[in-house]
């Protein structure tokens, strides 16, 4: 039972436009929420996270919006460049007692951004 | 900074052998983490340690064995490779609680 979702294995863009990545979770145990960015033959780089006492959390051009009564999230990237063509991951996480901050992935959109 | 690295970087196993992936920190990070991840899968959690002296399952632990070896080094044991352990795997660690985790560059592993 996928727990996390990315419904969209890939995603094209052109350069400059906006960049909007979804997800959707099932658990409702989860209160944080985060986002990887992953480059070929690299390890995943953390890029935003937001916790469900939020609704929304912005760095620079990247910007996360939670709306937990939907159980969804999406990461909004203004505006998008090539050089942010990468596997995107959404990662979710919940205290289940003790110090247990397992995080559960979803399987990753591919973001391509064309020049 | 090396933050997470990880020992090989690539590794070519018969069935049956066994092989130990090494992983190092240097953070000062409590809690490390062991992940594979495969074509359409995402990433996996396979054992995590949440401090120094205690390791746990996690979604796909079968095949495997940890050792936290100290508060740096968490490593991941294949006792008997099987084809279907064929995958990427990744090391993380972070400090409790909400925080992220920092992944290691991944250890392409093919078992023949």
């Known amino acids: 039972d996928q727990q996390v979702k990315q419904n969209s294995p890939s995603l094209s863009v052109q350069e400059g436009r906006i960049s909007i990545l979804n997800c959707d979770y099932t658990?409702?145990?989860?209160?944080?929420f985060l986002w990887y960015k992953k480059y070929p033959a690299e390890g995943p780089t953390f890029l935003i996270s937001?916790?469900?006492?939020?609704d929304k959390n912005e760095d620079g051009r990247f910007t996360v919006f939670l709306n937990k009564s939907a159980k969804h999230l999406s990461l909004h990237i203004v505006p998008s460049q090539p050089g942010d063509s990468a596997v995107y991951f959404c990662a979710a996480t919940g205290n289940s007692g003790g110090s247990n901050y397992k995080l559960t992935f979803g399987k990753g959109t591919l973001l391509t951004v064309n020049p | 900074n090396a933050g997470v690295t990880q020992t090989p970087k690539f590794q070519v196993l018969k069935t049956g052998q066994s092989m130990t992936l090494q992983c190092a920190q240097d953070?000062?990070?409590?809690?490390m983490y062991w992940y594979r991840q495969d074509p359409g899968m995402g990433l996996r959690l396979i054992y995590y340690?949440?401090?120094?002296?205690?390791?746990d399952k996690g979604e796909v632990p079968n095949g495997y064995n940890v050792s936290r070896l100290n508060k740096r080094e968490f490593s991941l044991r294949l006792e008997s490779a099987a084809p279907s352990q064929t995958s990427v795997y990744f090391c993380?660690?972070?400090?409790?609680?909400?925080?992220?985790?920092?992944f290691g560059d991944g250890t392409r592993l093919s078992i023949l």
């Open positions: 993380a660690s972070s400090e409790q609680g909400y925080q992220p985790q920092h």
């Open positions: 937001i916790s469900s006492i939020k």
């Open positions: 340690s949440a401090s120094e002296g205690t390791t």
């Open positions: 658990n409702s145990m989860f209160d944080y």
């Open positions: 953070m000062n990070h409590n809690s």
